[in-house]
């Protein structure tokens, strides 16, 4: 039988995200592929031509040092580009440009919510994690763990293999639109403790990206794609665990979603475990994630960074980098998830759980903050730490009750304002109230009759007042403009 909690788990991620530049990495070719017609972007540099010379791209460049700093990465002053030598028909230089030993970013965190207790609780107490996972806590109530980043660092992407059958015949064709493309690697410490947490890291850093908008890091299409290695290592009980880790490591490629980087690592979890009990030590080397089957299969043993014969690329020259453009970067973004989500809580006494779902991506964020600030305009009687209107507007967008790619946030606030008037106010009422104004104004009706706008105004003051806002100016006025 297998004993879990004898066994704890050490995950590492790699993560490559596609950048959405205009134009490719170290060419001037269109960087947007997804959907081109295959080989039609391309040029001498991007196909590996012989004699043709790369230029970087400062957008990309600058995109990468950004994704660093919002990871909390240090920015060395110097850095280079380096030739990755291998060989792949998806590769027709025989080496990729990226980033050896002078990476743009490096020694960053990421800061997630502890899912331990959760999981398979493999790691128990006693063991070397804790080392590892420096408990956080922000003042709430939740575990925080924090996920170490070793590097960011700029690369370009390969072109793409397509398996087909021609003419009855089973071929494998390549796709160069692709090759070349701004590629970021992000690369974590091996400080991820189990599925659960794993996929907490993907999805925050997901977010980040997203919000900073320098990809869609859409996986379906393969801007943004998974790679843990995994291994596991015994607890002798009683002692403490030796702080090294294991001997071996096993990378699983390529993954395309959170669910399925979740399900490998379970599935390598069991194997390894199964193996370690039999007193065996699994093999170091990549494998595959097959999702019909829901199991990962052997592609290679894992080459070592010696077997790539890293050396500095002759044709870019290194970068220094001038202090105060790495502030201007910095100052250029924006306010990322937890500081927005703690913003949110306090600025329109939501619960976190509101807030979460509101902050989960930037453009309903931004949409829900535009639909209060408009709801505040109409009705300046609410103040900002009560607001009862920012609550509705929030429930309004997490339960989807009108599609915010279709209405506005004026017109989500008008549509609210109506649903207000029914619960509130009968229209019965609001007659009576608009019948009393007009009565006790005389002079402002006879002024808006001949041809005074401003005096409409005032009478839709007085009924809001007298209704204490609990129907709209807008609505107000045309029923105003109905009775008289
Ligand atoms: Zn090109
Ligand atoms: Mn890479």
Same mark, same amino acid.
């Given at each position: 039988m297998i004993e879990a909690n004898n066994f704890e788990v050490i995950i590492g991620l790699e993560i490559h995200v596609e950048?959405?530049?205009?134009?490719?990495?170290?060419?001037?070719?269109?960087?947007?592929?997804?959907?081109?017609?295959?080989?039609?972007?391309?040029?001498?540099?991007?196909?590996?031509?012989?004699?043709?010379?790369?230029?970087?791209?400062?957008?990309?460049?600058?995109?990468?040092?950004?994704?660093g700093l919002a990871l909390d990465c240090v920015i060395p002053e110097f850095s280079k580009f380096d030739r990755k030598n291998y060989f792949y028909p998806d590769l027709p230089k025989g080496y990729q440009i990226s980033q050896y030993d002078k990476p743009f970013a490096i020694n960053g965190h990421l800061v997630i919510p502890s899912e331990r207790s959760e999981s398979r609780n493999l790691a128990t107490k006693g063991s070397a994690s804790l080392d590892f996972s420096r408990r956080l806590d922000r003042g709430r109530n939740d575990n925080l763990r924090k996920i170490c980043i070793r590097r960011v660092h700029m690369e370009e992407d390969t072109g793409k293999l397509i398996h087909a059958i021609?003419?009855?015949?089973?071929?494998?064709?390549?796709?160069?639109?692709?090759?070349?493309?701004?590629?970021?690697e992000i690369v974590t410490e091996p400080d991820i403790r189990s599925s659960e947490e794993a996929r907490s890291f993907l999805k925050k850093l997901h977010q980040i990206v997203r919000y900073l908008g320098i990809s869609d890091a859409d996986m379906e299409k393969g801007s943004m794609r998974l790679e843990p290695n995994i291994s596991v290592r015994k607890l002798q009980s009683g002692k403490d665990t030796p702080l090294e880790l294991p001997s071996y490591k096993v990378e699983v490629k390529n993954i395309n979603s959170f669910s399925f980087a979740k399900k490998a690592i379970d599935y390598e979890i069991e194997r390894h475990i199964n193996l370690l009990t039999k007193g065996e030590i699994p093999k170091q080397e990549t494998r595959g994630w097959d999702e019909k089957k829901g199991i990962t299969y052997s592609q290679r043993s894992k080459e070592e960074a010696h077997d790539y014969r890293y050396f500095p690329e002759p044709d870019i020259p290194p970068i220094r980098w001038a202090t105060n453009f790495i502030r201007q970067l910095a100052d250029q973004i924006p306010e990322l998830p937890d500081k927005k989500? +703690?913003?949110?809580? *306090?600025?329109?006494?939501?619960?976190?759980?509101? /807030?979460? =779902?509101l902050t989960d991506d930037k453009d309903?964020?931004?949409?829900?903050?535009?639909?209060?600030?408009?709801?505040?305009?109409?009705?300046?009687?609410?103040n900002s730490r009560s607001d009862p209107n920012a609550k509705v507007i929030a429930n309004w967008i997490i339960n989807?009750?009108?599609?915010?790619?279709?209405?506005?946030? +004026?017109?989500?606030? *008008?549509?609210?304002?109506?649903?207000?008037?029914? /619960?509130? =106010?009968?229209?019965?009422e609001l007659v009576k109230v608009i019948k009393k104004i007009i009565e006790a104004n005389p002079k402002a009706v006879a002024d808006y009759k001949s041809g005074k706008e401003q005096a409409l105004m005032f009478l839709v003051g007085q009924v809001m007042r007298e209704t204490k806002g609990k129907v709209g100016a807008e609505f107000v006025k045309k029923v105003i403009l109905k009775l008289l």
């Open positions: 950048l959405k530049t205009k134009s490719k990495m170290f060419c001037g070719c269109d960087a947007n592929w997804f959907g081109k017609e295959p080989n039609t972007l391309c040029c001498p540099v991007c196909l590996g031509l012989p004699g043709a010379l790369p230029v970087p791209n400062k957008k990309a460049v600058e995109w990468c040092v950004m994704l021609v003419n009855g015949e089973k071929c494998t064709l390549i796709d160069f639109n692709r090759s070349g493309v701004p590629l970021v989500l +703690e913003r949110f809580m *306090k600025e329109f006494g939501l619960s976190e759980y509101d /807030v979460t =779902i309903i964020a931004d949409y829900y903050e535009r639909a209060v600030s408009v709801s505040r305009g109409v009705r300046p009687s609410s989807k009750k009108a599609d915010i790619n279709k209405t506005s946030p +004026e017109e989500l606030v *008008k549509l609210i304002t109506q649903q207000n008037q029914k /619960v509130n =106010i009968t229209e019965e």
